[in-house]
């Protein structure tokens, strides 16, 4: 059974820093291409940054520079460092990963940021 699950989430003020992670079961996640996704409410889902099974990311404009995303095959695990924050960045933040044949998803981890 493959479970997908996201952490780090909570509650922090404008300029602060969080690090989320997302912790796969069931896969070897260095088979599958990974991403980070948000919601906020009223909103579409929006790519946040992703990272391919090779190690190259890529970021949306309003997160480069404060944003980092990073894994680790050995420990099934992604991570997001999130920098500087604002209040513009909270959400639901949510974990995929995609193969040729399957794409999963997490039930997404909270980000508030007070300002």
């Known amino acids: 059974q493959v479970q997908v699950v996201e952490s780090g989430g909570g509650l922090v003020q404008a300029g602060g820093s969080l690090r989320l992670s997302c912790a796969a079961s069931?896969?070897?996640?260095?088979?599958?291409?990974m991403g980070w996704f948000r919601q906020a409410p009223g909103k579409q889902r929006e790519l946040v940054a992703s990272i391919g099974s090779r190690g190259s990311t890529n970021y949306a404009d309003s997160m480069k520079g404060r944003f980092t995303i990073s894994r680790d095959n050995a420990k099934n695990t992604m991570y997001l460092e999130m920098n500087n924050l604002k209040p513009e960045d909270t959400a639901v933040y949510y974990c995929?990963?995609?193969?040729?044949?399957?794409?999963?998803w997490g039930q997404g981890t909270q980000v508030t940021v007070s300002s």
């Open positions: 069931g896969i070897t996640v260095s088979r599958y291409d």
């Open positions: 995929k990963l995609d193969s040729l044949f399957n794409t999963f």
